[in-house]
């Protein structure tokens, strides 16, 4: 366990559907992160939140919908989405401040299949 | 242009033996970090090494960093069939985030 929660675990959509991923941290951390892991590809940031605000948007398509209502909850918004989405989705957790001096703390991550 | 790149891309080793993992950058860096990654779950942080230092050590972890080369290498001593995962690097600098490598695939066979 590392005090990052994602829910669903596994998740299948079809192209029409509209659905979100959600990420809870019990770390007292100030930043969060959605990075999308496919086959045989480095993880992909898509979204920085820090003190709540999206300070990263990494050319992320429309469909993907980040949400950050409060330090310890992130959510992902998803819609309409196209069978190349399909990957595992990891949200992470950071002290906060300047990421790239922090340990990032992982979730277990959504398997998502677009069917 | 990605950053870290680990290499190599698979390894396979029997347990007891020794498995050396590499990573190299291509800008500079204000730390490296190792992270391991069991199929199909989130990654789980090993260790950091700070631009300033040389050698660090955790447990039956060794990292190594040389910035002239920039490049860093991870090895596991006395391998386990539980060390059997994807290990990746990532790289930070202050201001940007984190760049995670591809990873090296690690077997390791009872």
């Known amino acids: 366990e590392t005090g990052v929660t994602q829910t669903p675990r596994h998740l299948v959509m079809g192209m029409t559907n509209k659905k979100s991923l959600k990420c809870e941290q019990h770390l007292g951390h100030n930043a969060m992160y959605w990075y999308k892991q496919s086959a045989k590809k480095p993880l992909e940031l898509m979204f920085v939140?820090?003190?709540?605000?999206?300070?990263e948007n990494n050319s992320v398509p429309s469909r993907f919908s980040p949400e950050c209502p409060n330090s310890s909850h992130l959510f992902l918004h998803l819609h309409t989405l196209q069978p190349e989405d399909s990957a595992l989705y990891l949200c992470?957790?950071?002290?906060?401040?300047?990421?790239?001096?922090?340990?990032?703390?992982f979730g277990p991550g959504t398997r998502l299949t677009v069917l | 242009s990605q950053q870290g790149e680990e290499d190599p891309q698979a390894l396979s080793i029997q347990e007891g033996e020794n498995a050396t993992m590499n990573c190299s950058y291509k800008t500079s860096i204000n730390n490296l970090q190792w992270y391991r990654q069991n199929s199909g779950r989130g990654l789980v942080h090993l260790i950091l090494?700070?631009?300033?230092?040389r050698e660090k050590h955790s447990g039956r972890l060794r990292v190594t960093l040389d910035t002239s080369k920039k490049s860093s290498s991870l090895l596991i001593t006395a391998s386990r069939a539980a060390d059997t995962a994807s290990y990746f690097c990532?790289?930070?600098?202050?201001?940007?985030?984190?760049?995670f490598g591809p990873g090296t695939r690690l077997s390791v066979l009872p």
């Open positions: 992470a957790s950071s002290q906060g401040g300047t990421a790239s001096t922090d340990t990032q703390y």
């Open positions: 939140y820090n003190f709540k605000e999206q300070t």
């Open positions: 990532a790289t930070g600098n202050y201001g940007q985030n984190f760049v």
């Open positions: 090494i700070r631009s300033n230092e």
